[in-house]
Protein backbone atom coordinates (compact mmCIF):
# COMPACT_ATOMS: atom_id res chain seq x y z
CA UNK A 1 0.00 0.00 0.00
CA UNK A 2 1.35 3.18 -0.97
CA UNK A 3 1.08 6.38 1.38
CA UNK A 4 1.96 10.22 0.83
CA UNK A 5 4.45 11.43 3.05
CA UNK A 6 3.59 14.91 2.94
CA UNK A 7 -0.94 14.40 3.57
CA UNK A 8 -0.26 10.86 5.34
CA UNK A 9 -3.07 9.28 3.45
CA UNK A 10 -3.25 7.47 0.31
CA UNK A 11 -2.68 8.87 -3.19
CA UNK A 12 -5.58 8.77 -5.83
CA UNK A 13 -5.71 6.01 -8.09
CA UNK A 14 -5.09 6.82 -11.53
CA UNK A 15 -8.88 6.29 -12.80
CA UNK A 16 -9.52 8.95 -10.03
CA UNK A 17 -6.85 11.44 -11.17
CA UNK A 18 -8.38 11.11 -14.79
CA UNK A 19 -11.50 11.90 -13.31
CA UNK A 20 -10.08 14.95 -11.65
CA UNK A 21 -8.14 16.08 -15.20
CA UNK A 22 -11.84 15.32 -17.19
CA UNK A 23 -13.73 17.57 -15.02
CA UNK A 24 -11.19 20.47 -14.56
CA UNK A 25 -11.10 20.03 -18.56
CA UNK A 26 -14.88 19.99 -18.71
CA UNK A 27 -15.70 16.75 -20.05
CA UNK A 28 -18.22 15.27 -18.09
CA UNK A 29 -18.31 11.37 -16.90
CA UNK A 30 -21.33 9.58 -19.12
CA UNK A 31 -22.73 7.20 -17.52
CA UNK A 32 -25.67 5.00 -18.25
CA UNK A 33 -28.73 5.71 -16.98
CA UNK A 34 -29.94 3.60 -13.98
CA UNK A 35 -32.52 0.91 -14.59
CA UNK A 36 -36.04 0.92 -13.31
CA UNK A 37 -37.49 -2.33 -11.47
CA UNK A 38 -40.08 -4.15 -13.57
CA UNK A 39 -43.60 -3.19 -12.83
CA UNK A 40 -45.47 -6.09 -11.44
CA UNK A 41 -47.74 -8.03 -14.03
CA UNK A 42 -51.50 -7.82 -13.98
CA UNK A 43 -53.44 -10.57 -12.40
CA UNK A 44 -55.24 -10.89 -15.98
CA UNK A 45 -51.48 -12.09 -17.28
CA UNK A 46 -50.77 -14.16 -14.45
CA UNK A 47 -53.64 -17.20 -15.84
CA UNK A 48 -52.04 -17.25 -19.33
CA UNK A 49 -53.02 -20.16 -22.01
CA UNK A 50 -50.15 -22.70 -22.63
CA UNK A 51 -48.60 -21.62 -25.89
CA UNK A 52 -50.36 -23.38 -29.07
CA UNK A 53 -48.12 -26.32 -30.81
CA UNK A 54 -46.90 -25.19 -34.14
CA UNK A 55 -47.28 -28.24 -35.82
CA UNK A 56 -49.36 -31.55 -34.51
CA UNK A 57 -47.26 -34.57 -33.63
CA UNK A 58 -47.35 -37.17 -36.88
CA UNK A 59 -47.82 -40.53 -36.41
CA UNK A 60 -45.46 -42.90 -35.58
CA UNK A 61 -44.18 -44.27 -38.76
CA UNK A 62 -43.64 -48.31 -38.91
CA UNK A 63 -40.47 -47.72 -41.75
CA UNK A 64 -39.10 -45.36 -39.78
CA UNK A 65 -38.73 -47.15 -36.35
CA UNK A 66 -37.72 -50.25 -38.84
CA UNK A 67 -34.57 -48.33 -40.88
CA UNK A 68 -33.30 -46.95 -37.15
CA UNK A 69 -33.58 -50.46 -35.83
CA UNK A 70 -31.25 -51.68 -38.87
CA UNK A 71 -29.05 -48.71 -38.34
CA UNK A 72 -28.50 -49.58 -35.06
CA UNK A 73 -27.77 -53.25 -35.68
CA UNK A 74 -25.19 -52.07 -38.07
CA UNK A 75 -21.80 -51.27 -35.66
CA UNK A 76 -18.86 -51.12 -37.60
CA UNK A 77 -16.76 -50.52 -34.48
CA UNK A 78 -17.65 -53.78 -33.01
CA UNK A 79 -15.12 -56.47 -33.17
CA UNK A 80 -17.07 -59.50 -34.97
CA UNK A 81 -17.24 -57.02 -38.44
CA UNK A 82 -13.27 -56.68 -38.03
CA UNK A 83 -13.15 -61.00 -37.93
CA UNK A 84 -15.14 -60.90 -41.02
CA UNK A 85 -13.72 -59.01 -43.42
CA UNK A 86 -9.76 -58.93 -43.90
CA UNK A 87 -8.13 -55.70 -44.40
CA UNK A 88 -7.58 -55.15 -48.17
CA UNK A 89 -5.00 -52.42 -49.24
CA UNK A 90 -6.38 -49.19 -50.55
CA UNK A 91 -5.56 -49.55 -54.31
CA UNK A 92 -7.12 -47.97 -57.47
CA UNK A 93 -7.35 -51.84 -59.35
CA UNK A 94 -6.57 -50.09 -62.74
CA UNK A 95 -3.15 -49.75 -61.22
CA UNK A 96 -0.56 -51.84 -61.02
CA UNK A 97 0.48 -53.22 -57.92
CA UNK A 98 4.37 -51.44 -56.63
CA UNK A 99 7.32 -53.28 -57.45
CA UNK A 100 8.91 -54.36 -54.17
CA UNK A 101 12.37 -53.55 -54.42
CA UNK A 102 14.18 -57.11 -53.16
CA UNK A 103 18.04 -57.13 -53.46
CA UNK A 104 18.65 -53.44 -53.70
CA UNK A 105 17.39 -53.44 -57.00
CA UNK A 106 15.39 -50.50 -58.73
CA UNK A 107 13.71 -49.56 -62.02
CA UNK A 108 14.44 -46.21 -64.16
CA UNK A 109 12.73 -45.15 -66.77
CA UNK A 110 15.06 -42.74 -68.95
CA UNK A 111 14.02 -40.17 -71.43
CA UNK A 112 15.06 -38.84 -75.07
CA UNK A 113 16.01 -35.85 -73.66
CA UNK A 114 19.10 -37.57 -71.92
CA UNK A 115 19.45 -41.08 -73.20
CA UNK A 116 20.21 -41.17 -76.70
CA UNK A 117 18.87 -44.28 -77.04
CA UNK A 118 15.65 -43.92 -74.81
CA UNK A 119 13.17 -44.23 -73.68
CA UNK A 120 13.74 -47.05 -72.00
CA UNK A 121 13.27 -48.89 -68.32
CA UNK A 122 16.26 -50.48 -66.59
CA UNK A 123 16.37 -52.40 -63.71
CA UNK A 124 19.67 -51.46 -61.80
CA UNK A 125 21.38 -53.05 -59.01
CA UNK A 126 23.83 -51.15 -56.23
CA UNK A 127 26.57 -51.14 -57.88
CA UNK A 128 24.83 -49.77 -61.52
CA UNK A 129 22.96 -46.93 -58.96
CA UNK A 130 26.03 -46.07 -58.23
CA UNK A 131 27.47 -45.40 -61.46
CA UNK A 132 24.88 -43.95 -62.90
CA UNK A 133 24.81 -41.61 -59.94
CA UNK A 134 28.52 -40.86 -60.07
CA UNK A 135 28.48 -39.98 -64.21
CA UNK A 136 25.34 -37.93 -63.83
CA UNK A 137 26.63 -35.88 -60.82
CA UNK A 138 30.04 -35.39 -62.35
CA UNK A 139 27.96 -34.26 -65.73
CA UNK A 140 25.97 -31.88 -63.56
CA UNK A 141 29.10 -30.37 -62.16
CA UNK A 142 30.46 -29.98 -64.61
CA UNK A 143 27.79 -27.93 -66.63
CA UNK A 144 27.81 -25.79 -62.92
CA UNK A 145 31.67 -24.95 -63.42
CA UNK A 146 31.42 -24.19 -66.62
CA UNK A 147 28.38 -21.91 -66.05
CA UNK A 148 30.45 -20.36 -63.32
CA UNK A 149 33.25 -19.67 -65.49
CA UNK A 150 31.14 -18.07 -68.39
CA UNK A 151 29.07 -16.00 -65.61
CA UNK A 152 33.45 -14.41 -64.75
CA UNK A 153 34.40 -14.20 -67.93
CA UNK A 154 31.66 -12.88 -69.92
CA UNK A 155 28.30 -13.10 -68.79
CA UNK A 156 26.64 -13.14 -72.27
CA UNK A 157 28.35 -16.38 -73.24
CA UNK A 158 26.13 -17.75 -70.23
CA UNK A 159 23.16 -16.50 -71.75
CA UNK A 160 24.05 -17.91 -75.04
CA UNK A 161 25.17 -21.10 -73.71
CA UNK A 162 21.61 -21.75 -72.02
CA UNK A 163 20.22 -20.88 -75.28
CA UNK A 164 22.14 -23.20 -77.29
CA UNK A 165 21.52 -26.14 -74.06
CA UNK A 166 17.70 -25.76 -74.23
CA UNK A 167 17.45 -25.83 -78.19
CA UNK A 168 20.22 -28.21 -79.30
CA UNK A 169 21.03 -30.22 -75.67
CA UNK A 170 19.37 -33.61 -76.96
CA UNK A 171 21.44 -33.77 -79.68
CA UNK A 172 25.04 -34.05 -77.89
CA UNK A 173 23.39 -34.46 -73.73
CA UNK A 174 21.46 -37.86 -75.28
CA UNK A 175 24.72 -39.96 -76.48
CA UNK A 176 26.55 -38.48 -73.15
CA UNK A 177 23.70 -39.72 -70.98
CA UNK A 178 23.24 -42.79 -72.93
CA UNK A 179 26.64 -43.92 -72.79
CA UNK A 180 26.79 -42.95 -68.82
CA UNK A 181 23.31 -45.77 -68.92
CA UNK A 182 25.20 -48.10 -70.74
CA UNK A 183 28.47 -48.08 -68.09
CA UNK A 184 25.70 -48.79 -65.47
CA UNK A 185 23.89 -51.55 -67.11
CA UNK A 186 26.85 -53.33 -67.60
CA UNK A 187 27.87 -53.10 -63.54
CA UNK A 188 26.94 -56.75 -62.28
CA UNK A 189 25.05 -56.65 -58.65
Do not use: C
Not at 87 to 95: D, T
Not at 110 to 115: A, E, F, L, Q
Amino acid sequence: MVIDKETGRTPLSAAERMDLHDRKMGVEPIRPTARQAPAEPAAAIVEAAPPPQRNPPRPPNDRMAAAVAEMNRKQPWSQQAKATAPPQPARIPQRQQPQSQTGGRKTIVTGKWWDAKGPRTIELGPKGQTELTGGFMALVFGLVIAAIIAFFVEPLLLFVGAFILFRFGGNFLGPIGAGIIDKAIAQKG
